[in-house]
């Protein structure tokens, strides 16, 4: 069950409308990193997850407040917009509306579509997708998952501080700052504690026996560029987080294999090969009349 309150996590309100950072503002509401991303990405994690307890209550808990991000964002973006000008007032370009919106830096959805509201899109106007959304049911994974989010997001809204003077703005995007350091450390402690209860190991999934894998190649790291400094890195040698073995440095990919010969798939897929197209046609009209789907 859903509820919601007609409040405010935090002040949501501008000194002055502003049309084109409420186009900028979109990044951190419709983007990959958004708001919209992590609100739902929390709550399929929570709808999906296996076990119940205190991780499950976190990740429930934690969608919620989300939510209320994206509505603080949504409401931001509106009010940025409530009294902005229409268009550039110039004569010589408010001549063609499209191209004074361009000029101006715009969205000129955010009239046209929204009414001047927000919408779930991005900063360019590209759609909100579901496809942004990681929720694996391997709770390891979704967390660190989770704290990329988180730590992709702050840097998208650290940029967008230093982009506005106004101050109820940045009064809001300080609070989201704040927010977004409790919830990477959140996600990496709650991380840890996965693999400090044994309910989670690397390498992800741990439940995978290491012996079906290649081990001979599981902690090599093999230098594909001609830079060399990699191999000073903590990840070419000494021990493995995963504490199941040492990584050694390897400065050129050893020799490959043959590749396979071009494929050759049904030929009523009318892909070009070497085979003559007389042949090609011939085959297909035999699997055709053979009902050979």
Known sequence: MFFHRQELQHTATPEKPDAVYARKLQE???????????????????????IPGKYRDLVYGIGAEEMGHVEM????????LEKAPL??????????PTVAAIVGGTDVQHGIVAGAGARAVDSNGN????????????????????????????????????????????DLLAFLLARDT???????????????????????????????EHRDVSYQYINFSNGAMAGDGRWASGPTPDG??????VPEPPAGVPAPP????????????????????????????????
Do not use: C
């Not at 964002?73 to 940025?80: E, R, S």
């Open 244 to 249: 199941h073995g040492e990584f050694s440095y």
């Open 28 to 50: 951190v509401l419709g983007g990959q990193y958004g708001e919209i991303t992590v609100a739902l990405q929390y709550q399929f994690q929570a709808w999906n997850m296996h």
């Open 262 to 293: 071009p494929t050759h798939p049904d030929s009523r897929f009318y892909g070009t090969t070497e085979i003559p197209n007389i042949v090609e046609k011939a085959a297909g009209t035999v699997q055709d009349a053979m009902n050979k789907e």
């Open 182 to 212: 409790m919830h990477q450390n959140q996600w990496l402690a709650a991380a840890a504690e996965l693999m400090e209860e044994g309910v989670e190991a690397l390498p992800v999934p741990s439940n995978f026996p290491l012996k079906k």
């Open 87 to 96: 268009g550039i007032t110039d004569d010589a370009v408010q001549d063609d």
């Open 73 to 80: 964002l949504a409401i931001m973006i509106a009010q940025l």
């Open 127 to 170: 759609p909100w997708m579901g496809s942004y959304i990681t929720a694996s049911g391997n709770l390891l994974a979704d967390f660190q998952a989770n704290a990329n989010a988180e730590m992709q997001g702050r840097v998208q809204v650290a940029r967008l501080y230093h982009m506005t003077d106004d101050h109820g703005v940045r």
